[in-house]
């Protein structure tokens, strides 16, 4: 499936809004990328949902429904490639695994935006 048909169709991750499908497609090449791509940010999401349910807070998992983060998704994937972009002309702070670095950016990001939600509400 190419990322065009992965975004219009029914069966479409439902964090991927256009601007998140431009932004991965600029980086993926080939539609193995960008299924690999979406897998990482799936098991983020997973382990936070985990993370969040070992911590007792289950009742409050609804917060990282992936439809509720399609605003955010695009911010964090261009924090992520401009990080890349930016590590990637000093040698010293290279990024040699892009696949742990972009699900630990999305683990982050995805419990600050819990943590906000939870102290919003409070």
């Not at 007792?56 to 401009?82: C, I, S, V």
């Not at 930016?86 to 670095?101: A, F, L, P, Q």
Request: with cysteine; glycine share 2%; net charge neutral.
């Amino acid at each position: 499936m190419h990322l065009p048909d992965l975004v219009n169709s029914k069966d479409s991750p439902p964090f991927l809004n256009q601007e998140s499908a431009i932004l991965i497609k600029s980086w993926c090449k080939t539609p193995k990328e960008v299924y690999r791509f979406v897998q990482i940010i799936l098991n983020a999401k997973k382990a936070v949902t985990k993370n969040m349910t070992n911590q007792g807070f289950e009742a409050y998992t609804g917060l990282l429904d992936l439809e509720n983060l399609t605003d955010e998704m695009p911010k964090w994937l261009r924090n992520y490639f401009n990080r890349i972009r930016t590590v990637d002309t000093d040698s010293s702070k290279r990024i040699t695994n892009y696949e742990g670095y972009l699900y630990t950016a999305m683990v982050n990001n995805l419990n600050n935006y819990v943590h906000s939600a939870l102290s919003s509400q409070e």
